[in-house]
Antibody
Framework: EVHLVESGGGVVRPGGSLRLSCAASGFTFDDYGMSWVRQVPGKGLEWVSNIKWNGGSTHYADSVRGRFTISRDNAKNSLYLQMNSLRAEDSAFYYCARHDTSGCSDYWGQGTLVTVSS | QSVLTQPPSASGTPGQRATFSCSGSSSNIGNNYVYWYHQLPGTAPKLLIY???ERPSGVPDRFSGSKSGTSASLAISGLRSDDEGDYYC???????????FGGGTKLTVL
């Protein structure tokens, strides 16, 4: 069974940094691309970033490009999101998700909450 | 403002059929597969339809997807109370080089 568990969320001040992690199990991690998707409570889904199975290609939403960095460690079956220069509008639940060759996700973690507030 | 357009709400009674629309453009729906998700409050989205009309194992055949040109649809037959929640469409956008979502449709089963 595919299992994705996010961690690293919390409260951070504007301009601060946070690193999210996602532990994957139940599938061959390095066979799949992975994504981060976020959701402000009560609002819709917003794709943040994705990374190819080998880390060789990454894409970012315009809203986070230059501030967020996605990475993965296939030896540890883990996905990461380094978030710098955080803004209040980055406050959201962040979901780790596995995606197929189309780029869209099939399995999602339960999310970790990031709150950017002074 | 979402790249894909979905009506904000829909409703139906148990046993009825409900349909959800998702409208995009040639750079997204028109040239890529469409995915549909169901989300209950406080939970992660769950995949309902992938690659326009395919159902993951475990998703009943009451759920069906279709695509025509730059629009896609999700249909649910035999509505049940546990079908309530938010439904999102998604696809890759070739111009934005990223995944785009619709704003979601909230389904109420009366």
């Amino acid at each position: 069974e595919v299992h994705l568990v996010e961690s690293g969320g919390g409260v951070v001040r504007p301009g601060g940094s946070l690193r999210l992690s996602c532990a994957a199990s139940g599938f061959t991690f390095d066979d799949y691309g992975m994504s981060w998707v976020r959701q402000v409570p009560g609002k819709g889904l917003e794709w943040v970033s994705n990374i190819k199975w080998n880390g060789g290609s990454t894409h970012y939403a315009d809203s986070v490009r230059g501030r967020f960095t996605i990475s993965r460690d296939n030896a540890k079956n883990s996905l990461y999101l380094q978030m710098n220069s955080l803004r209040a509008e980055d406050s959201a639940f962040y979901y780790c998700a596995r995606h197929d060759t189309s780029g869209c996700s099939d399995y999602w973690g339960q999310g970790t909450l990031v709150t950017v507030s002074s | 403002q979402s790249v894909l357009t979905q009506p904000p709400s829909a409703s139906g009674t148990p046993g009825q059929r409900a349909t959800f629309s998702c409208s995009g453009s040639s750079s997204n729906i028109g040239n890529n597969y469409v995915y549909w998700y169901h989300q209950l409050p406080g939970t992660a989205p769950k995949l309902l339809i992938y690659r326009n009309y395919e159902r993951p194992s475990g998703v009943p055949d009451r759920f069906s997807g279709s695509k025509s040109g730059t629009s896609a649809s999700l249909a649910i037959s035999g509505l049940r109370s546990d079908d309530e929640g938010d439904y999102y469409c998604a696809t890759w956008d070739d111009s934005l080089r990223g995944v785009v979502f619709g704003g979601g449709t909230k389904l109420t089963v009366l």
